[in-house]
């Protein structure tokens, strides 16, 4: 099984300001996903990191407010650009190999005043 | 995407078997079944998955049905720590790039 890091854990941050959130995993994977979950919902896919290429983002989720960085087979960035108060939310950054499970990590709290 | 239902919510006493039943009428051939669960204040784990035979494994069972169109999710005995929301995905690792689309999920209590 994978282990996944994310960092920072949670932060509050300033109305207009970017936060750069770090996942780690700790075997190479395959596939690497970006998550938010507002409170109460579910989760939504903001976007799949692709090693060595940009990466493919949903429906509503824009490569210029939330830049995605894949640079190898263990980590990723997910950025949040110019935030706003609707920005707050639980980020979580997910792993797997191709026909494996998927893992997440514990997730960050982004609180945006 | 393949959509799934599920109950909004279910209830369940400490130490009974606990049937979580999901709809997806309009699974593909190349749809694995899969059902995570997100215990309070942490990120989804995995739980059990399948394409078209039932699964065992430490956690839970998972019982298909035989057109696909439906599937269980069973605990054996319920405990306390079983309590979470529950989700029912559709995986298509051939056509969707691998990704997860959660939707509403089946949060389930257990009651002492």
């Known amino acids: 099984s994978a282990v996944i890091s994310q960092k920072p854990s949670r932060d509050i941050c300033q109305r207009g300001t970017s936060l750069t959130i770090q996942c780690q995993v700790d075997s190479q994977v395959t596939m690497m996903f970006w998550y938010r979950q507002q409170p109460g919902q579910s989760l939504t896919l903001i976007a799949t990191?692709?090693?060595?290429?940009?990466?493919?983002?949903e429906s509503g989720f824009v490569i210029d407010k939330f830049p995605i960085s894949r640079p190898n087979l263990t980590f990723s960035t997910l950025t949040v650009s110019n935030m706003s108060p609707e920005d707050s939310s639980i980020y979580l950054c997910?792993?797997?190999?191709?026909?494996?499970?998927?893992?997440f990590g514990s997730g960050t709290q982004l609180s945006v005043l | 995407d393949a959509k799934t239902t599920q109950p909004n919510s279910m209830e369940s006493n400490e130490e009974e078997p606990v049937h979580l039943p999901c709809n997806h009428s309009t699974i593909s051939g190349t749809d694995y079944i899969h059902w995570y669960r997100q215990l309070p204040s942490q990120g989804p784990e995995y739980v059990i998955h399948g394409l078209t035979s039932n699964v065992n494994n430490r956690m839970a069972s998972l019982a298909i049905a035989e057109d696909r169109k439906s599937s269980t999710l069973i605990l054996h005995r319920a405990t306390l720590r079983d309590a979470a929301v529950y989700y029912c995905?559709?995986?298509?690792?051939?056509?969707?790039?691998?990704?997860?689309?959660f939707g509403q999920g089946t949060e389930l209590s257990v009651k002492p």
């Open positions: 995905i559709l995986r298509d690792l051939y056509n969707q790039g691998g990704k997860l689309i």
């Open positions: 997910s792993a797997s190999d191709f026909d494996e499970k998927l893992f």
């Open positions: 990191a692709n090693q060595g290429s940009e990466a493919t983002y």
